[in-house]
Every structure is written in C-alpha cells, then in structure tokens.
C-alpha cells in the first residue's frame, strides 16, 4: 500500500505533467560505458579469434583501457556483456553459467576485476525461452536469474526481448525482472528492449515502461554506417513528441551504441554521432575496439564539453526544430537556461555548406535574451563572442557533419546607447 507521502508525491508529479521513474535511484544521468555487441557480436570461437572472441580476457583487458586511458575519469564506468556469454545450458540448480572455456574465472570474478579499476560490471539476458543468439532465456526463472546476477554482484542488466512468446507475456516479463533485480537488494540499471518488440504490434506506453526501466531501446540495433545513423535520427525526429516527454533522470529512451573508432563512419559522421547523442540525452555506451582506437577518435570520445552536455543534471532531451532541403537544426534545453544546439548538413554532395543561424529562434527566443556567450564545441573548440537576440550568426558545416554550440544566457549584460555594451552596474 502507497503511504500519504507517496501519494502526494505521485499527484505533485501528475499536475506538473512529470513521470515517475523506476524508484531505484539510479541512472539520474544517461549511463555511460562500453558494451560488446556492435564490434564483437557472437565470436565464440576462441581457437580462430583468439583477441576478439567473447571472453573474460576480453572484458578484462576492456576494463584495463577503461581506467588507465582516461575513460573512467570522463565518466565511462560500465563495462558490459551483451549476448553469447553463457553456457548452452543451465547447470544442475537451473542457474545460468557463463561459457566454461571462455569465462573459465566465472562472472563473479570477472565481477571482482572490473571492481577493483573503480568500474561496474553490466551483463545480458533474455526474456523468452532463447536469447538472440540461442542461448538459454530467462522465462520461468526471472528471480533466479537476479539472484544469480545479485550474487556475482553485476550491476546492469541489459533484458533482450527475443522469444518473447505473446505481448502480455513481454509485458509481465519486463515488469517481473524489474521487481526481481529490486528485491535482490543491490543496485542494478535496469535496461529494457520492451518498446522495441511491442511497436510492431502496439502503440508503447512510455509512462508504464519508465516505472519498470531505467532506459530503453525503441528500434533495431546500429550499426556501423552513416545510413543506420541517418535513420536514428530521422525515427527519433519524427517521434520526438512522445519521446522528449518521457525522457529525466532515471529513465531515458536508448538509440543505440556510440560506434565511433570503427570502421563504417567518417570522420565528420563520428562528430554529428557524439554532438547528437549528447543533444538525445543518449546513454554512452561505446562499442569499438579501446586496445586499438585512434587518439583522434578518443578525442572526441572524450571530450568532456560534450559529455557535459549528454550529461546535464536538468535531464531534459533535445529536439528538432527546424529542417530544410540541406540542414537540420536541433536544441537542448540546459540546466541555468543554457542551450545545446546542433546544426547538421544532411547532404551528401559537394563541398562545407554556410548556415545562417537566427539566435531568435533558439529557446523560442530566450536563449539570447538579452544577451548570450556562444562557444562552438565541436568540430573544434571556439568561442564565437557575445550575441544578443537579434544576432546572426553564420557557421559552415561540412556535408553529413554538424557544428554543436553551446548557448548560455548573459543575463548581466545589456546593450546601451549606439550598440555600446556594458554591465548593468554601469547604469547605477
Ligand atoms: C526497490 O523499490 C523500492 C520502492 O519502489 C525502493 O524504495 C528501493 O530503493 C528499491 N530497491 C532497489 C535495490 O532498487
Ligand atoms: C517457453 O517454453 C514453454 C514450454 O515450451 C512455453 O510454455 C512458454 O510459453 C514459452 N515461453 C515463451 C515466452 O515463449
Ligand atoms: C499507461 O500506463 C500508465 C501507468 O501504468 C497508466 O496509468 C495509463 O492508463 C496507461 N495509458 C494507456 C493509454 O493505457
């Protein structure tokens, strides 16, 4: 039974239109860190692919980069297993087993590794009878699985929706391992695919979905190429209503791994991946090779501006604002009134393209008003001076590139006289 406080705090939330979140105190900001599938998928054959099959050494020398090479300090902290981690088989007591010969430490040392670099450790199951990739589900044993998980003391869970039998049978399995994890007493993300394999067949109830996860995959997995990109963008475009509404602290819609330092993006294709996963409030999970990345694609992985602003403690996602023939211009609303803005050149002809951006339109007005710093946080770091509502600012974007500003309001300046700057204390 809710307590008075509880119910009070529920109608606060349904006047000012809130959603309550998966009460586990977790994921406040879009979680970060590093998951296998899009780089590794399902190399089990560790005799022909020693270095890149699915293994403790794997995660163990992941984990190694992570906190020697800066990532743990930009807040990249989960390292995760995605799918082809287990034995075919339970063991005598029904519990999931890792893989004997590629896990021969087991998870919950695995576990105690990843730990002691200051890291977590995330891992993957499956709703139905079979994962993805033909491994055993969880289906009639979601507590025993949280225990198990509980017991190696992982602390994400990402839950696959393959298999999933009928729609209510998805429904209940979602709702019925996130109870589990929680009755298991330890902290553990809760990452969902329940909207993914119910939008075929049904309209998503965001509301009910953000009170069992803490975020969830809305469409088919990434991949490494400009197209799967486009497409992310273009489907979160275009449902972006529902979407911006449900995202907060606690619960955030996931379009997919970062797969920048891969093979597929161009350098201008990486940038607009990092600037809009930021402005998307995006968990950062990367998928890419970190023994073997370049210091360029690092960089940008890195770059604490961006982070900064995926991360922002408001918690609120961006959006699309305008779209013409060659550009699309998004915004992010910022903590301390501050705004994210992307500029991305769609095409994919010719040469960098100038775009004349109007500060009025940013923050239906008020991004600039009366006056605002501006900083170019990508490509490359500039400041780009002091604005006022009425400036236009004109930025050049290369094709399938973005130019990602930062926007914070000046509320201490005004405009004197003959265009004359000066402090408000100059009046006094
Ligand atoms: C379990 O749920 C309760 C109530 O919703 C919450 O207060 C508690 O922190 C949760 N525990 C964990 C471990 O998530
Ligand atoms: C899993 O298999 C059992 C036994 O065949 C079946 O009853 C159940 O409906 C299956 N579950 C799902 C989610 O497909
Ligand atoms: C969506 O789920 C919420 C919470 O479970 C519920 O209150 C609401 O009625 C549902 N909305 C629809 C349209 O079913």
Known sequence: MAGAAEVAAAALLAVLGLTAALDNGLARTPPMGWLHWERFLCQTDCEREPRDCISEQLFMQMADRMASEGWKDVGYRFLCIDDCWMAPTRDKQGRLQPDPKRFPSGIKKLADYVHSKGLKLGIYADI????????????????????????????????????????????????????????????????????????????????????????WRNYADISDAWSSIKYILDWTSSNQDVLIDIAGPGGWNDPDMLVIGNFGLSWDQQITQMAFWAIMAAPLMMSNDLRQISSKAKGLLQNKEVIAINQDPLGKQGYRITKDNTFELWERPLSEGAFAVAVLNRKEMGGPQAYVLATMIIGDGLACNPSCLIQQILPTRRDLGLHNWVSFLKLVVNPTGTVLLKIVVNKNLLFIGNGRLGYSKDLL
């Open 128 to 215: 139905g009878n079979r994962t993805c990739a033909g491994f055993p589900g969880s289906y009639g044993h979601y507590e025993q699985d949280a225990e198990t998980f509980a017991s190696w003391e992982v602390d994400l869970l990402k839950f696959d929706g393959c298999d999933f039998g009928t729609l209510e049978e998805m429904a209940e399995g979602y709702k019925k391992m996130s109870s589990a994890l929680n009755k298991t007493g330890r902290s553990i993300v809760y990452s969902c695919e329940w909207p993914l394999y119910q939008r075929p067949f049904q309209k998503v109830n965001y509301t009910e979905i953000k009170q069992y996860c803490n975020y």
